[in-house]
């Protein structure tokens, strides 16, 4: 709506050139600022949410679509109203550079990296919140700091989603050639986004505005680092993360700006289902049971039963999880299946005499179901469900391809 009209108005300009009278009563639009007006402290603010709502409109369709390229999520078009064939060909790994679903989260995902980062250029040329010969008032110091913690664990998050979802081919992670790229550069591979991210988090520790944003921050410091199989750095940020009891990370959604998983995997529309494995009797993989256009029951996901339902991108549990991986690989399985035990325990689960790699790798599937993660641990343990050669990453675009030079 936005774009459309501005182009109204810009139509009427060119249409009623002489009409200066018309165009002087317009009243001055109400949903969009210029550029030159958010170089102002006060504007701070509306970037900051800015950001994230971007990244609320990013992390829907990327996890919708991971969770439907990976065995966690189906598309049957049995289903009633399953009908895109984009998400058929993500169920298959099997995409055309022009699919418009991964199209779509691609241009939202570079929307949003790109606001971080112009969140923290402006931070530094704005001249209301740089040191004057007072120093910083209270309030300015709060705004600046808060605005400094989001550029940057934003800009960081960013640049792990690029990493983590995206790739230049087809088939497992030596041939797909993992990364994305950034005002049309070459394409970043996956272990520099990585690096990246890892250093805008770093920074973000920095202006973190309280001790649960330092733990939020170093929970996303940890996934990154058990993702590119740094397991000591991850267990050392793992131990600062969040705790048992703190809130999770949430993206949040509102009726106007609804969350993705309601229409294109839940109550508002049919699309992907859960894979049967996920049963209605585990309070941890909440699901409801579809009856098909053939009488055949599917089962459909109840974590997002509304438009505005959040997600949760991180929580004391994930934590806990990559803690107890970490010490099964250390050896030390006692601590893991502690740690284990406590996150079964939260939900109400029977706790376990004995747990092994498989076991964490179960707990994880379940804990994380509708998260967008299962996809990166098939990877990582080798678990891949479709046949060889299919895609294991969302490509990169045919529009990013066609507009970047830089890109093969």
Known sequence: MRKLLALCVVAALVVLPACDSFVDDTDDLIDTIQDDALNDAEQVPFMING?????????????????????????????PNATFPTYRDTDNGDFTLDNNSVDGVA??????????????????????????????????????????????????????????????????????????????????????????????????LESAPGDYERRVTNSLIARV?????????????????????????????????????????????????????????????????????????????????AQDSPINFMDWQENTLMLAELA?????????????????EDAGVDALDSVDMQTIIDERDKVLFARGLRLVDQRRFDLWHLPQGTWRFLPITERERNDNPNID
């Open 225 to 305: 680092h058990l993702f590119s199989g740094d397991f000591g750095s991850a267990q050392q940020a793992a131990q600062q993360g969040l705790q048992p009891g703190d809130d999770p990370y949430q993206a949040l959604y509102s009726i106007q700006d609804a969350n993705s998983w309601h229409f294109a995997a839940g109550r508002g529309r049919n699309q992907f289902v859960a894979d049967p494995r996920f049963s209605e009797d585990d309070p941890r993989t909440p699901v409801e049971p579809l009856e098909g256009n053939s009488g055949a029951i599917y089962y459909r996901q109840t974590v997002y039963t």
């Open 328 to 344: 099964m690989r250390n050896g030390d399985d006692g601590t893991a299946l502690d740690l284990v035990n406590q996150v079964r």
């Open 51 to 79: 950001v994230q709502d971007m990244f609320a409109e990013s992390l829907d369709d990327l996890t919708v679509l991971s969770d439907g390229l990976s065995d966690a999520f189906i598309f049957d078009q049995d289903v």
């Open 107 to 204: 241009q939202s995902l570079g929307e949003y990296r790109l606001l971080a980062d112009t969140l923290l250029t402006r931070i530094e040329n704005i001249d209301q919140l740089g040191p004057d010969e007072g120093g910083f008032d209270e309030d300015t110091q709060a705004l600046r700091q808060q605005a400094l913690y989001v550029a940057n664990l934003h800009g960081g998050i960013a640049r792990y989603m690029l990493g983590t979802y995206f790739s230049l081919n087809a088939g497992p992670s030596a041939q797909a050639q993992p990364g994305g790229a950034i005002n049309r550069s070459p394409l970043i591979p996956q272990s520099q986004l990585y690096s990246d991210a890892l250093a805008k988090m770093q920074t973000a």
